[in-house]
């Protein structure tokens, strides 16, 4: 049995940055342990057809995190990076519009354009009626009927799976918020207002994919770092790992149920795990330019099976082609020879009641100071930037204050 205090379960983004964030603090008396050959996790990049690509799905890095753009770029300095003003598209009604729907009615056919204003200024929420507790009903509120049922529906099908009456509402401040007024202004003034979603400006690297900075924060922790190394069975109460590893303290950042074995927690706990929901991601490779100007592009068609594409000659330099971001419960038969990379935990599914059950599951695994970090072990819709941020607090609250 190997003897550490710190056991890291998964090297994407959190456990390394956790990781680092030891090291940078004197900690040395810890292992990362990862189930693939790199680490990265979800921000991982490979090279097709002479360039990186994103084998999850489309990464950039937000500029808003003044403590995670410095962590970052002590592994790849600003100079390594490109700065991007967010030029994305939804493909509606034929065309492609701006993004968010509601500050791009106005590029919409005319004979359709009156019909959203009306739905809008009927919505729930422009009316003062109550915030509803389903996701399906905010997005009717919110929204009014067109865009719930032309877009947001059929986008959020495609994406988290048929069922949306599972879901709840706690996270849509991840989505953009424009006034109705803003809308209207728009629509006259034929130009956007409003608020961009996340990444209104965003980095890119010059020469690498997203991957390369995660490649090296890897690299940088040395053999502390085991690739290949899949945490099986889990001991929380006992905290050893594989009956190969003891810790005094476990941060698991990898799905909860992608342990063989997870023992040592509690009936509740192990019904917790077992309820947590998520959607799997497709990226197929398509060597073909598109004649547009968006990094991505929004597709709501039931009909096409794909979510969206990544235009990835508009954000890569030098490089051609674009890809496809797929539920893989709606993956086409792929082609002889085509790059395919299938994600089995992409998105945590926001179900009802699942931010209260995760309290329970992480409070009473800290009892035997086991903790979830991430967007698996705590199981959110976090951004690698978020990822980070909390991976250096959780460390620093361990290790005493902040630096
Ligand atoms: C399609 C898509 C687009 C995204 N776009 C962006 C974006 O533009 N910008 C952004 O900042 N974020 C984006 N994200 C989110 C980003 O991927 C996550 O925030 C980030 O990867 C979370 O890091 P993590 O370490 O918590 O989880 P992960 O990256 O999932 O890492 C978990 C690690 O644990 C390992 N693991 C799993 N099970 C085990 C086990 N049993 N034993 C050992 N290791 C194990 C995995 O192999 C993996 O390396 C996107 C995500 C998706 C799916």
New binding site residues.
């Given amino acids: 049995m190997e003897k550490r205090k710190y056991v890291i379960?998964?090297?994407?983004?959190?456990?390394?940055?956790f990781a680092v964030r030891l090291m940078q603090r004197g900690e040395k008396d810890f292992v990362v342990?990862?189930?693939?050959d790199?680490?990265?996790?979800?921000?991982?990049s490979e090279e097709v057809d002479g360039s990186p690509l994103?084998i999850?799905?489309?990464?950039?890095?937000?500029v808003n995190r003044r403590k995670v753009l410095d962590m970052i770029s002590l592994f790849m300095p600003r100079g390594e990076w490109d700065l991007y003003k967010r030029e994305t598209r939804i493909f509606i009604h034929g065309r492609e519009i701006g993004s968010p729907v509601e500050s791009f009615i106005w590029q919409m056919p005319e004979e359709v354009q009156e019909r959203y204003l009306r739905d809008i200024a009927e919505a729930g929420s422009n009316k003062g009626a109550p915030k509803p507790g389903k996701f399906v009903d905010w997005i009717y509120w919110k929204l009014g009927k067109s865009i719930a049922e032309d877009y947001m529906l059929p986008y959020n099908r495609k994406l988290f799976g048929e069922n949306l009456d599972l879901l709840g509402t706690y996270w849509l401040e991840k989505l953009p918020s424009v006034s109705y007024e803003e809308t209207l202004r728009s629509c006259r003034e034929k130009r956007f207002f409003g608020k961009q979603p996340?990444?209104a400006q965003?980095f890119y690297p010059k020469k690498h994919g997203?991957g390369e900075v995660?490649r090296r924060m890897g690299e940088a922790l040395g053999d502390k770092l085991r690739l290949g190394?899949?945490?099986?069975r889990?001991d929380c109460a006992g905290r050893t790992?594989n009956g190969r590893y003891e810790a005094d303290c476990i941060v698991n950042?990898?799905?909860w149920a992608?342990?063989?074995e997870l023992s040592g927690i509690s009936d509740r706990a192990a019904d917790v795990v077992r309820g947590l929901m998520y959607s799997s991601?497709d990226?197929d490779y398509v060597p073909a330019n598109l004649d547009t100007e968006a990094q991505w592009i929004y597709y709501p068609d039931p009909a096409l099976s794909y979510h969206?594409i990544l235009v990835r000659h508009n954000f890569c330099p030098g490089a051609r082609g674009y890809w496809t971001?797929t539920n893989s419960t709606r993956a086409k038969p792929l082609a002889e020879g085509a790059f395919r990379h299938t994600?089995k935990?992409?998105?945590p599914l926001n179900t009802i009641g699942k931010n209260e059950a995760m309290d329970e599951l992480l409070g009473e695994l800290r009892q035997s100071n086991v903790h979830g970090?991430?967007?698996?072990?705590?199981w959110q819709?976090?951004?690698?930037?978020?990822?980070v941020e909390r991976?250096m607090g959780l460390a620093d609250s361990f290790l005493g204050g902040g630096r």
Avoid at 33 to 36: K, M, N, Q, R
Avoid at 38 to 44: F, M, N
Avoid at 229 to 232: L, Q, S, Y
Avoid at 373 to 378: D, T, V, Y
């Fill in positions: 379960i998964g090297a994407g983004p959190s456990g390394l940055a342990l990862e189930s693939e790199s680490a990265g996790g979800l921000c991982r994103e999850s799905g489309g990464h950039f890095l937000d996340a990444h965003f997203y995660w190394e899949k945490a099986e889990l790992v950042t990898a799905p992608s342990f063989g991601v990226v969206r971001e994600s935990y992409a998105y970090l991430g967007r698996w072990g705590e819709h976090y951004n690698s930037d978020v990822v991976a």
